[in-house]
């Protein structure tokens, strides 16, 4: 989770929307990272899925806020880590 903290204070270019961060762990190990660049670009946990590829079945996901459950610009991200 800390990492994901990290990964979002990182980012400054989200504005309007909220800086967020997720990893992908199995296993102990980190198998994808990823954040919010920018407004209607991909969330951070769209980025840290596609990163952990098809590795992504079964692991856990560390978000630094909810996963969002609507579609705006970007499909809901909590149905794409249920997908996974």
Do not use: Y
Request: proline share 6%.
């Amino acid at each position: 989770m800390q990492r994901a903290i990290e990964l979002s204070s990182s980012v400054w270019t989200a504005t309007p929307n909220p800086r967020v961060g997720c990893v992908i762990a199995k296993h102990g190990a980190i198998i994808g990272e990823g954040w919010h660049a920018a407004p209607g670009q991909a969330h951070a946990e769209v980025v840290a899925l596609d990163k952990a590829g098809k590795s992504a079945k079964a692991a856990t996901a560390f978000v630094s806020l909810e996963p969002c459950s609507h579609t705006g610009r970007t499909g809901p991200c909590c149905e794409s880590l249920i997908a996974s």
